[in-house]
């Protein structure tokens, strides 16, 4: 899957999720720091499922209407299992993120 990983998530996730067979590209390397709007917008155009802890993305998505390919959020793990979560919500619900969908 393509993935865009906040600037929250630790940086160190991406190899592991690249390990994985995941296409990431990481916010923190983008040349200025863009908006969660920016951010949302640039995975929608890209196909790139959101992977952040921030719950502005969700906001965003369900309050706002704002399109997007999916978001992952993760709550409540210390940063070294950033990756792993992100690896096991894309195994469980990987086919619904994809299409953008609740689950």
Not at 18 to 29: F, N, R, T
Not at 41 to 48: N, T
């Amino acid at each position: 899957m393509k993935l865009l990983i906040d600037a929250c998530v630790w940086p160190g996730a991406a190899s592991e999720l690249e390990s994985h067979g995941h296409e990431v590209l990481k916010v923190c390397d983008f040349p200025n720091n863009p908006s969660d709007e920016e951010i949302l917008a640039q995975a929608l155009r890209d196909d790139r499922i959101v992977v952040t802890l921030d719950k502005d993305f969700g906001e965003l998505a369900v309050a706002y209407g704002h399109a997007h390919a999916g978001i992952i959020r993760i709550v409540n793990f210390p940063i070294s299992r950033h990756a792993e979560v992100c690896v096991r919500a894309l195994e469980l619900h990987g086919e619904e993120l994809g299409r953008g969908e609740q689950s």
